[in-house]
């Protein structure tokens, strides 16, 4: 369920939300954990990130030895191109350099680079970080920002979640390593789901329930609950159904999830939507079982199942193949056996809306005007597929392959 603040920051375009320190450190905790060398002389971009207000900088500059770093870069995005020219303050950082410029810091986007102990301290650090503003404004779509990314190994950034889309295929076109946080429904976007059924990236390790606190701009328009203010003046927000989306490995994903049989999910499942029925529900529509909860999927049925999204924060590629999903174009593998006419979307009181099933893929994860999800019924008025999305998967079993 798309989370209330991000869905007004992607309209508003006020998506500057800043990571946590420890958010960073334990995902890429994560990583050091499953390959302690996975960033050693690596360059490492951290696009969208000006370290007066980011960790990230701050994060891997205070790391540069102890991970083998060979470079660090760190790009900011002006602030007159974020609408901020009536909000934002240049630090004493800024100011009291020589090549400080009071129009250029509003117009021009800034560069940070770390590769070598610059204060003789015999250790390279935050404190040899050295800036210059860029040519442009850091928007990662210019050529300066592309070549600076071809020039990396690894792209690790928390980007403004309405260019979320665009900035994922910004990196895989560059066929770069990557890490970066976007809302979980992004999961079922075409033309992000594909690349997780391929296995060309996957969710990170460290976040996979509740919410998270982001600090925010001072002019953040703070119009939802979970937010407060520290004790130094700063803004910040709690956010539902963040993730990281990396196609870094970690040891999780190599973790098969324990599993009961049918026979005893439908005896012993803590889920009372399972617990003492026959069988599993069936879609109408797909040839498949609904299985409403990761936890309840069935170690010994070999056929197709309809999983929540929230499985793929325990997904292992070892143990299961994920073939489709309910959203148009992501479901080739498990075609739908009706015709779209053979059933109609309609709203949790059962009025109808007008909409066939031939948008039934993209419509089934959207809020009716009730604010609760709407579902599909066929003419005899049988539920045939869940309100929210669903992903279809099967074991992967010897046979399978």
């Known amino acids: 369920m798309a989370n209330e603040n991000l869905s007004e920051a992607k309209k508003a375009k006020k998506d500057e939300f800043y990571t946590q320190y420890n958010v960073i450190e334990k995902e890429m905790n994560a990583y050091l954990e499953y390959d302690p060398d996975v960033f050693r002389g690596k360059t490492v971009l951290l696009p969208c990130d000006d370290p007066e207000w980011s960790n990230f900088t701050r994060y891997f500059a205070q790391n540069f030895d102890r991970f083998g770093l060979k470079k660090l870069i760190s790009t900011s995005y002006a602030p007159e191109s974020k609408n901020y020219q009536g909000f934002y303050q240049p630090t004493l950082f800024e100011k009291n350099n020589p090549q400080f410029d009071q129009v250029k810091t509003t117009t021009k986007g800034k560069i940070f680079t770390l590769t070598e102990d610059r204060t003789g301290d015999r250790e390279i650090n935050i404190d040899d970080l050295q800036w210059y503003y860029l040519d442009g404004d850091g ?18 950034t928390n980007p ?4 979320f889309r665009e ?4 990196i895989i076109e560059s066929n770069k390593q990557f890490s970066i946080i976007g809302n979980m429904n992004a999961i079922t976007y075409k033309d992000v789901f594909p690349l997780i059924k391929e296995n060309r990236i996957w969710l990170g390790p460290s976040i996979s329930s509740g919410d998270r606190e982001f600090q925010v701009p001072d002019d953040y328009p703070i119009t939802a609950a979970g937010w ?4 130094q003046g700063r803004k910040f927000l709690r956010i539902k159904g963040v993730r990281w989306f990396t196609n870094l490995d970690h040891g999780r994903r190599h973790q098969p999830l324990p599993l009961m049989t049918m026979a005893d999910n439908l005896k012993f499942s803590k889920h009372k939507e399972i617990r003492g029925k026959s069988t599993y529900d069936r879609y109408d529509n797909y040839d498949a079982i609904e299985v409403p909860f990761t936890d ?3 170690s010994d049925y070999d056929g197709v199942m309809g999983v929540p999204i929230s499985f793929l924060d325990k997904y292992s590629p070892d143990q299961f193949e994920i073939l489709g999903a309910t959203q148009r174009g992501c479901h080739d593998e498990v075609p739908d056996t009706r015709k779209y006419d053979d059933y109609w979307e309609v709203t949790q009181s059962g009025k109808k809306t007008g909409s066939s099933g031939g948008k039934t893929n993209e419509n089934a994860n959207l809020l009716g005007n009730d604010g609760r999800k709407n579902y599909f019924i066929n003419k005899d008025g049988r539920v045939i597929q869940s309100a929210y999305q669903r992903i ?3 074991h992967r079993r010897e046979t399978n392959k």
Do not use: G, Q, T
């Not at 928007?139 to 592309?146: T, V």
């Open 139 to 156: 928007d990662f779509r210019s050529m300066e920002i592309k070549k600076l990314r071809d020039e990396a190994d690894i792209i690790i």
């Open 160 to 163: 403004p979640f309405s260019k």
């Open 167 to 170: 900035f994922l295929a910004w």
């Open 228 to 231: 407060r203010i520290d004790d």
């Open 296 to 298: 309840a999927i069935p």
């Open 392 to 394: 279809f998967i099967r």
